[in-house]
């Protein structure tokens, strides 16, 4: 029988002192150690403290001074002190020296070793100064750059780049690439590098007749970030296809590859490739596929405490299919291994099959769909249930062999996840009839759909008041009971923490209907989609454009923004 490991360092001192229960710093001390991040990122992430809160409670209870680290200008700080090597791995910046001592920032003042080793390395004496964790990170990354360091100097070289599919032909040509190519490889690894920071989920780098362009996408909208030389789109597009391992000769047809970051001893990033031949000349996209996303909890995805309260009841069931819906790049993938994550423990099997699999979660057994050598959605599904399964998730149901499959799962007492592309969770029942699912199929195993979109948050250093019609909000939704005058909507205006667009970081809007029986009775007598919107109404379920109000009247989000997402 295995215990716990016992809580130390900062966990312990929050727990002495009141601001931690100890059950709590146990988990978030686990979670940290699953999860390869320290204990502080963890705490910030769990929102039970933020990062200001930690750095005002570390001055105090140690009687080290606190710095704001906005307050620095980072041209002042000593450079050739200590290794980047060793100031992104312990999280340690620099600041001034005098005399024999070096002062240092520092947000977690009980890393010991951190210090001894800068100490080690520096040959001073070491003065700690506490800083607050999320101001860190973003100096750390700066000060890299600054310096000229690129993945290479993160403790990322070729050696760390590991890449499903390929052969070992193209390892030695990625060796060559560098030789030859080493201002391409360089900029390229800025181009990476940029992106992660920025936040950015997708990567384009997209050739044309008269120019070359580089475009992120964050926050749900692309925005140009460079026009390098129209020369070296060639060099770019074959940098990257050799770390992928796909086929450089082969540029005629579009190409699937995928390759992993190591950033650092404690952060991994994976990067999902994909090329397209065009007029021009291959554009590439890249999805950035940070698997702390899912690890992140479901608080963090934007439910309201019904929508939860509905999402986990059907989660925790012993069986049945939980379908989430919504187009491309609303955050499907992302719900549904918060909800595996959830479910991962010890004692369950879990299987999923996807096309590809974009988020690494240790504990379950993810395949990929290869319908090149035979291994599709069906196959998967088939072998799965041969497997001893408790949970089984596909990555979406195309046709009506997988819907078959997977609804036998379910009525065989498995628990099933999977996607479908519909507008909104009636809709997708109707699809499931449509597919040709008989209706008692569907009535019997469908236990909980959810819908969902993904709308932009108004940025909190800039957001303001704006004055809406009375007739325009109710046009859009609002009821007169809403327009009390207890809450006031917001507009997006722009500043230099969101770049301008007002916007920063992004919500989920979500539409949970669960299946109640008066719902399957319609399904049973062919009832249609309105049908079933019309008693899910009945039944309190919010629709997406409801969803989204309630958003607008919590000030995360503008009425323009939700207005956009839901189209209704």
Known sequence: MTTAAPISGLARLLVQHGRLVEADAEQLQHSAASNKLSFIEQLIQSRKMSAKDIAEFSSQAFGYPLLDLDKIDSAYIPTGVMDNKVMQSQR???????????????SDITNLQAMEEVRFQSGMQVEPIVVEDNKLAPLLSRLVEDSGATLKNLDVDDSELEITGGDEEAKSDAVNADVDDAPVVKYLQKILLDAINGGASDIHLEPYEKFYRIRYRQDGVLREVAQPPLAIKEKIASRIKVISKLDISEKRVPQDGRMKLVLSKTRAIDFRVSTLPTLHGEKICMRILDPTSATLGVDALGYEPDQKAALLDAVHRPYGMVLVTGPTGSGKTVSLYTCLNILNEPGINISTAEDPAEINLPGINQV????????????????????????????????????????????TGHMVFSTLHTNDAPGTLTRLLNMGVAPFNVASSVILITAQRLARKLCTSCKAPVDIPHEALLDAGFTEADLDGSWTPYKAVGCDVCKGSGYKGRVGIYQVMPISDEMNRIIMTNGNAIDIADQARREGVRDLRQSGLLKVKQGMTSLDEVMAVTNE
């Open 368 to 411: 990929n769909v290869n319908d090149k050598a035979g291994l599709t959605f069906p196959a998967a599904l088939k072998a799965f249930l041969r497997q001893d399964p408790d949970i089984i998730m596909v990555g979406e149901i195309r046709d009506l062999e997988t819907a078959d499959i997977a609804i036998k799962a379910a009525q």
């Open 92 to 106: 340690i910046v620099p600041l001034f020296k005098r005399g024999t001592k070096l002062f240092i920032a520092i």
